[in-house]
Each structure stands twice: as C-alpha cells, then as structure tokens.
C-alpha cells in the first residue's frame, strides 16, 4: 500500500493532544523546532531517506515510551504494512537523544532533535524547563552538568559540526553562570 498525505494527517491528529499537556519545550513546539532542523539537516547532508517514516517517527518520537502499543495498533489501523509500521517505530525510538541511530532516518531524526532549536537552544531549554519544573537555578546548573555538558553526540557530518558548536557554548554560559552564583552565594 503506497503512504500518503493523508496518512501523516492522520498521525499527526493521532499523536498531537498527547503534547498539549507537556511543557513549553516539549510541546507541539518542540515537534515543529526538530522538523525545521531536520530540513536542514538533509539539505546539508544531501542524504537520501524515506520522509514518510522520518515524519511519522517525529511526530511519535515524543509519546512512543509511554503508548507503544497504542501506536503500533494505530498505525496499523492506518494499512501500513508490517514492515513500515516496525520502521517508524524504530526510527522513533531511534531519535531519542541517547541512542545511536542505525538507520539513515534515524541518524537525521536523532541529530535534528539534538540540534533543535540552534546553537543557544540546549542551555537556554534547559534554564526554562528547571524553572518551570520548579528547580533552583543551582539544581538546574547541577542538571546541565551532569546531563549536557559531556553527554550527546551527533553522527552526520553537518550534525557533529553543530553540535560542537552549541556544546561549547553551553559550556561556557554554564560555566559564567556557576561562577556568578558561587560569588554570591553564602
């Protein structure tokens, strides 16, 4: 069964109230931000992937820990074959900041989602998600240093170029902000 337009509405209906209730960075938003980077991302690499799959695993990529089973019967639903339903939800899972994508939709899925945003975007997500979780800015310098500062990596060319980029950038607006605190705190 060829895939169409009409089907990635349909994931997108599907998937998009599980992130009305996320934070400002992991809503819709979020969806949106990784899918521009992932444009460009293609361009720049000038890889060849299945859009449909990277697309439906976007879109999914935010939900797929917590519903799996739903998604699989829901794409299903959709008449997608065995195969292609198995390929999305891998490129979901695939996606995810941690992994090490082995597929070429996988691989720009996860770099677009490590790159989401642009070059501020990973510390300044990170000093408004502790806000909005209620850290202290201390508790979420302490986040950042233990869960940015030396973790994540990106595999396309243009990814890891990026990616270098924005670590070092991370690192140093970090590192300004831990001495300012440290100077005036108690």
Known sequence: MKVTKQDLIQIEAFSRPYYQDKDIMHDWTHIERVAYSMRKLVEEEQVV????????????HGIIYSIEPEIRHFLSSLGLSPSRVEMIIKVAWESQKEERPSTPEG???????????GKYFEIIKSLITGSVRGQSLVETLDYIRQNLLEKGQCYTNSGKKQYEVMKAITRDIYLDLRQEIMDVSP
């Open 49 to 60: 992937i299945d859009n449909f799959v990277v697309e439906a695993a976007l879109m999914l």
């Open 107 to 117: 691989l720009i899925l996860h770099d677009a989602h490590l790159l989401e945003g």
